[in-house]
């Protein structure tokens, strides 16, 4: 006996993908289409989660963090020396 299906209709709620939509302007593409070409990615949806997890593994790496660390210590006391931010 052969289940009918109709359409429109999931029938593997366990299986379901988890997707969002992202918009990106025309230098945000630009960048992007660059990006690809640095990792050697054609394909735009594998490129953003191969650069997501480079973004990832940077932002978690010690070295990267105390990097970041000096640096918005350094934009905390501009902002309580009253200093305009750079361009």
Known sequence: MVLEKEP???YNLE???DTFTIRLNKMERARFEDDKK???QSKDS???K???LIGSIVLRDDLMRSLFGVV???KRKNARLG???FE
Do not use: C, G
Request: aromatic share 10%; net charge negative.
């Open 38 to 40: 640095i990792i050697e």
């Open 72 to 74: 918005f210590e350094n």
């Open 8 to 10: 429109f209709v999931k």
């Open 46 to 48: 594998t490129a953003m």
């Open 15 to 17: 299986d379901a993908i």
């Open 50 to 52: 191969q650069l997501a």
């Open 83 to 85: 200093i305009v931010d």
